[in-house]
């Protein structure tokens, strides 16, 4: 006797277990260390301009380039994932970035720092949508927002911390031009993807619902290894079990298939929600330390309130994650878009404020536009399904990754003109808007095993 089994089926039935917490965590580490990695050289920007003697705004092709990488890899690696599998992509992703981060502290110009920074992206870009993907595909319907919402707040940590170490080396690197500030974050952001690394290749199981869609039999036999991990008491009584995963359209992943049916106006509406959701994301983390700087901040308190807006990003996330599966998607991200417009232009049209005040502005903002952020990828997980998921968000961050170079570009030409540096922030209020309109929008018809639990 031959017994079907069905991935979602088990996972929907089940309460979270060991091996789904064990790649939550991990995949949320992959998430900390691009944090890390994205964050930190915003932090540093002044102390590198101050080292190398830049003009302000110097940084912004630097910045690009990294970001350009970043987007490349998401459109041209993340998709690999669909063919070999979301843990050998996230290993190797890891050890690509650990490598050329530590390689960063002997550049000594704007040139190769660019460069660097550009093959990082690469790698950087190939991680981040299958740490995602994975973590969807082994959380429960009834949680999947929540629990990816979690997953993905490992970036938002990753800035925090980055923040808190940029902040300690600038207090104690003692001169006029802090030299060793910005090699001790490329040190530590190199160091820290590599142990993860040996972590993901030891520990990180592969996503059940990947393996289920593959014809070969040893993919199969890992399959049900790993199912009964989450339900032991698979095929008790002596039945064959058949592993299928009733989630997928069969064939290789390509990009035509985003646009299939149902998903034709879902994937532009996304594509146009990430885009600006990104531009406003980096133009934020890429200029905010410099631009508080130039208000009059020291080094060290603009690192500080830097913190503190990736902190009131966490935040955003967290609730972001309880509210959608309760309340319902549509309706929590556009207020985070909202919430957005509201505090980009308060920060950029306010008087000079204290740091108290600033702060707290800035963490409310960093709610809306982190959290909004992190809650249209988590959209964009379930409405893909797994055969083509890692595609799917490759294919969403990498479109919204043009905005991510767009951004800081557009934010390094404001400071260049001369333009007060809180203004700059004018340019989030319309992006953050049509944004918001984006996911007013947006529809889709998800299928039983990749719905949330509420669409709107």
């Known amino acids: 006797m031959t017994k079907i089994v069905n991935v979602a089926d088990v996972i929907d039935a089940h309460r979270v277990g060991a091996l789904q917490i064990h790649a939550f965590i991990l995949c949320a580490a992959v998430l900390f260390v691009d944090g890390f990695d994205v964050q930190g050289i915003t932090y540093i920007a002044p102390a590198i301009s101050q080292a190398w003697h830049l003009q302000r705004g110097a940084l912004g092709t630097t910045f690009s380039a990294g970001l350009f990488g970043v987007m490349l890899g998401a459109l041209a690696l993340a ?10 992509v996230l290993v190797w992703s890891c050890l690509g970035f650990g490598v050329l981060t530590l390689s960063t502290v002997l550049a000594g110009s704007l040139t190769p720092l660019a460069i660097l920074r550009f093959f990082t992206g690469l790698f950087l870009g190939a991680a981040i949508p299958n740490a995602i993907g994975l973590a969807s595909e082994y959380a429960p319907k009834r949680h999947r927002a929540s629990l990816v919402m979690f997953v993905s707040s490992g970036i938002s940590l990753g800035a925090i911390v980055a923040g808190m170490v940029a902040a300690r080396a600038v207090a104690t690197v003692a001169g006029p031009a802090p030299a060793l500030t910005w090699q001790i974050m490329f040190i530590v952001g190199g160091v820290l993807p590599l142990l993860l690394a040996a972590a993901l290749y030891l520990w990180l199981p592969e996503s059940i619902r990947f393996l289920a869609v593959l014809p070969n039999e040893s993919a199969q036999r890992e399959a049900k290894r790993l199912l009964r991990e989450i339900e032991p008491d698979l095929a008790s009584d002596g039945a064959d ?14 990009v035509a298939d985003l646009f299939k049916e149902q998903r034709r106006s879902a994937t532009v509406l996304i594509w146009i929600a990430f885009f600006m959701s990104l531009l406003n994301v980096y133009l934020a983390i890429n200029w905010l330390p410099t631009s508080l700087n130039a208000s009059g901040f020291t080094q060290s308190q603009a690192a500080v309130i830097t913190s503190m807006y990736h902190v009131g990003g966490l935040l955003g996330t967290y609730a972001c994650g309880l509210l959608m599966d309760r309340l319902g998607v549509r309706a929590i991200l556009i207020s985070a878009f909202l919430l957005a417009v509201v505090g980009f232009y308060t920060f950029a049209t306010a008087p000079a404020m204290p740091q108290w005040s600033t702060t707290l502005l800035l963490m409310a903002t960093g709610c809306g536009v982190i959290g909004g952020q992190v809650g249209i990828t988590t959209l964009a997980s379930m409405i893909y399904p797994v055969a083509i998921r890692s595609t799917g968000l490759g294919w969403a961050l990498g479109v919204g990754r043009v905005g991510s170079i767009v951004g800081p570009s557009v934010g390094g030409y404001l400071l260049a003109t001369g333009l007060d540096a809180k203004h700059v922030y004018l340019a989030c209020v319309g992006p953050a808007l049509i944004g918001a309109v984006s996911i007013a929008l947006l529809r889709w018809r998800p299928s039983a095993h990749t719905a949330p639990a509420r669409a709107a």
């Open 79 to 88: 998709p690999l994932a669909d063919r070999v599998g979301r843990r050998r």
């Open 241 to 254: 079990v058949r592993i299928q995963e009733t989630d997928h359209e069969g064939g290789h992943a390509t």
